[in-house]
């Protein structure tokens, strides 16, 4: 059985950047993909990032195209999601999730069976 794992939250100030991490104990995450969404206050999870079981292949939410770079290591059990010139908007708990029976891209929550405990991230302006 597949667990995750997110670290890497925090606070930080409008401009600033952060890099989160999920590593997965248990079950083969070469074969599966992997995704990261945001939930602040009082909203519904949303999707930020996928990558696919290789890594060759990503999509992003259209509010951190350009900012936000997700990446994988799959010796490592492990994917990344780099944030930089973060905005008070992204204020939010962070999740990463595993589609462990597909892996292709996926925007939406439901495709995801796995999912880690969330990470805080607070954006000051």
């Known amino acids: 059985q597949v667990q995750l794992v997110e670290s890497g939250g925090g606070l930080v100030q409008a401009g600033g950047s952060l890099r989160l991490s999920c590593t997965a104990s248990?079950?083969?995450?070469?074969?599966?993909?992997m995704g990261w969404f945001r939930q602040a206050p009082g909203k519904e999870r949303v999707f930020v990032a996928s990558?696919?079981?290789?890594?060759?292949?990503?999509n992003y939410a259209d509010s951190v195209k350009g900012r936000f770079t997700i990446t994988r290591n799959n010796a490592a059990k492990t994917a990344y999601l780099q944030m930089n010139d973060l905005k008070p908007e992204d204020t939010a708990v962070y999740y990463c999730?595993?589609?462990?029976?597909?892996?292709?891209?996926?925007?939406?929550?439901?495709?995801?069976?796995?999912w880690g405990q969330g990470t805080q991230v607070t954006v000051s302006s």
């Open positions: 248990g079950g083969i995450l070469a074969l599966s993909a």
């Open positions: 990558i696919n079981n290789s890594g060759s292949s990503t």
């Open positions: 999730a595993v589609r462990r029976w597909s892996s292709g891209l996926s925007s939406s929550p439901t495709d995801y069976d796995t």
